[in-house]
Nanobody, 114 residues
Framework: QVQLVESGGGLVQAGGSLRLSCAASGSIFSINTMGWYRQAPGKQRELVAT???????NYADSVKGRFTISRDNAKSTVYLQMNSLKPEDTAVYYCRYLGGRVYWGQGTQVTVSS
């Protein structure tokens, strides 16, 4: 079992920044992928960014150049630095861990006001 604890969501004005964190604990695989997905009201959950233990990253086109994913493998923690936030970034952001199987965090609300 893997437990994911997210933090860092909140309310911010358009153009502002937020930083999300997700700490994994439990039976962590040495090789894994951690990342962030989001789900806006009435929409499907979508990929935001992922990062592997090997350092490979992947971003949704909509966040490229504004969001940066990083991780601390020693702490099994992944971060999402979100800059130049837009109202359309408003969603519940979920941390996802893939290592043997998929685990999801409980989600953290990000609200961007115009």
């Amino acid at each position: 079992q893997v437990q994911l604890v997210e933090s860092g969501g909140g309310l911010v004005q358009a153009g502002g920044s937020l930083r999300l964190s997700c700490a994994a604990s439990g039976s962590i695989f040495s090789i894994n992928t951690m990342g962030w997905y989001r789900q806006a009201p009435g929409k499907q959950r979508e990929l935001v960014a992922t990062s592997t233990t090997g350092g490979n990253t992947n971003y949704a086109d909509s966040v490229k150049g504004r969001f940066t994913i990083s991780r601390d493998n020693a702490k099994s923690t992944v971060y999402l630095q979100m800059n130049s936030l837009k109202p359309e970034d408003t969603a519940v952001y979920y941390c996802r861990y893939l290592g043997g199987r998929v685990y999801w965090g409980q989600g953290t609300q990000v609200t961007v006001s115009s």
